[in-house]
């Protein structure tokens, strides 16, 4: 489950394949709240190049790729007010 220390904005890297390129990118997201329908997608620039490429991509796969970047999100006692 992804924590509330997700809120903002925020850009993670990863792999890029189809049959003619695979590339390294960078996403960038904001999640100003808790419903996932308002988390929105950015950018998706090529790491090498920093060429966006947002508007060439499908951004249904990224949606899926946040998701699960936010997932993984580590967990820290702070984002749910937890005293150690």
Known sequence: ???SSMFGTHTFDVQLDCPWMTTDVYVTFTNDSGDEKLTELESVVIVRTGQDITSQVNP???FDLIEDFVDNA???YSDHGDQV
Do not use: A, K, N, Q
Request: proline fraction near 0%; aromatic fraction near 34%; glycine fraction near 12%.
């Open 1 to 3: 489950m992804g924590t």
């Open 74 to 76: 580590d967990y820290h």
């Open 60 to 62: 249904d796969y990224f």
